[in-house]
């Protein structure tokens, strides 16, 4: 018989050591006006500009996409359409040695009279003592997300039968319960509900909770639920500190 339950042993792993802190207000509205010069430059058709305000790596990555002239112009085109009427912080922090930050922010835009809303995941990294904008994501919007609603926790008797799954999800929440440990991530446009063993469990099988924190990025392997492939019964996480 397959079993289902958790190997606790090697439940729970960090790869590598926690790198990121929260980013100081000034930090944090420096790397805003860098982004807000680009999509300037952006708005301004000003491609070569807006090229200048990125890393070497996005810079390289950017211009081996244009083998034409109108690729250019269809860049600056599709990247007119996504600069953002107004944007809010969700999150900042910055690695130890200061040069390589992260802001994730929640950039709203009227279109046709509809406000559209994304997350924008935007990567900074220092070059020549200058921040430059490096790797950009998009992520749904509030609205477009699926959320996991049915957060209650089932024996691992429920999850029998379940498919396999392996995914991975930057963590939204995570909340240490009497008989368990609930951790909602984010993959794609979903949101699962992650199931682990409780607090004390863990930590009597040498396993540090604490590593399990909003914003980091988790890679889980378990069994999805018979009737409800949002919630997971996990048996190996691997925790990715924030970079």
């Known amino acids: 018989m397959r079993r289902y339950l958790p190997t606790l042993a090697a439940l729970l792993s960090l790869t590598v050591p926690a790198a990121a802190r929260p980013l100081d207000g000034a930090q944090q509205d420096q790397l805003l006006a860098v982004f807000a010069h680009y999509n300037r430059a952006i708005a301004a058709g000003n491609l070569d500009q807006a090229l200048a305000l990125r890393t070497a790596a996005a810079q390289t990555a950017l211009t081996q996409q244009f083998k034409v002239p109108n690729d250019r112009t269809t860049f600056l085109n599709e990247a007119r359409e996504m600069v953002p009427d107004r944007v809010e ?5 910055v690695n130890d040695a200061g040069d390589k930050a992260l802001l994730v922010l929640l950039a709203s835009k009227t279109i046709s009279g509809r406000l559209a809303q994304e997350e924008f995941d935007l990567s900074f990294m220092q070059e020549g003592g200058v921040w430059k904008l490096g790797a950009t994501e998009e992520a749904p919007g509030p609205d477009d997300i699926k959320h996991c609603r049915d957060q209650s926790y089932q024996p691992p008797s429920a999850y029998q039968g379940g498919n396999p799954v392996t995914f991975s999800g930057r963590i939204e929440r995570a909340e240490s319960l009497p008989d368990h440990t609930l951790v909602l991530l984010m993959t794609g446009e979903t949101e699962v509900c992650a199931f682990l063993p409780n607090s004390t469990v863990l930590q009597q099988h040498g396993l ?13 392997s378990g069994v999805a639920e018979r009737s409800n492939p949002q919630k997971v019964m996990v048996n190996n996480i691997t925790v990715h500190a924030e970079e």
């Open 208 to 220: 540090n909770p604490a590593i399990i924190q909003p914003w980091r990025i988790a890679e889980i």
């Open 89 to 93: 912080v969700m999150h900042a922090s």
